[in-house]
Nanobody, 123 residues
């Protein structure tokens, strides 16, 4: 079992940067691939970024490529999502998720989810 708690969201302005954090419980955290997803108002949940268990393989959604970095610190049981040049369309609840296995872009592949952190970007 893995419990995930996101933090770092808030009210931001277009062009700002934000670093979201995800704290994971459990001694087997380093065996899980991790992902960040988001759900905007009135929209389906969508993939943002994913990272494998060791942190040496990442993949991003097209809409964040070049302005987003996912990283992890297995010693601290933490995953991070750094987002730069924020846009109003980045407004969403951002969720951290964990899965046992390789990285994935599909929400259904993930076994554990956090409660989410709200990111609101004003123009």
């Amino acid at each position: 079992q893995v419990q995930l708690v996101e933090s770092g969201g808030g009210l931001l302005q277009a062009g700002d940067s934000v670093r979201l954090s995800c704290a994971a419980s459990g001694r087997t955290f380093s065996t899980y691939s991790m992902g960040w997803f988001r759900r905007a108002p009135g929209k389906e949940r969508e993939f943002v970024a994913t990272i494998n268990w060791s942190g040496d393989s990442t993949y991003y959604a097209d809409f964040v490529k070049g302005r987003c970095t996912i990283s992890r610190d297995n010693a601290k049981n933490m995953v991070y999502l750094q987002m730069n040049s924020l846009k109003p369309e980045d407004t969403a609840v951002y969720y951290c998720a964990a899965r046992y296995g390789g990285r994935s872009v599909y929400p259904d592949d993930f076994d554990f989810w956090g409660q989410g952190t709200q990111v609101t970007v004003s123009s």
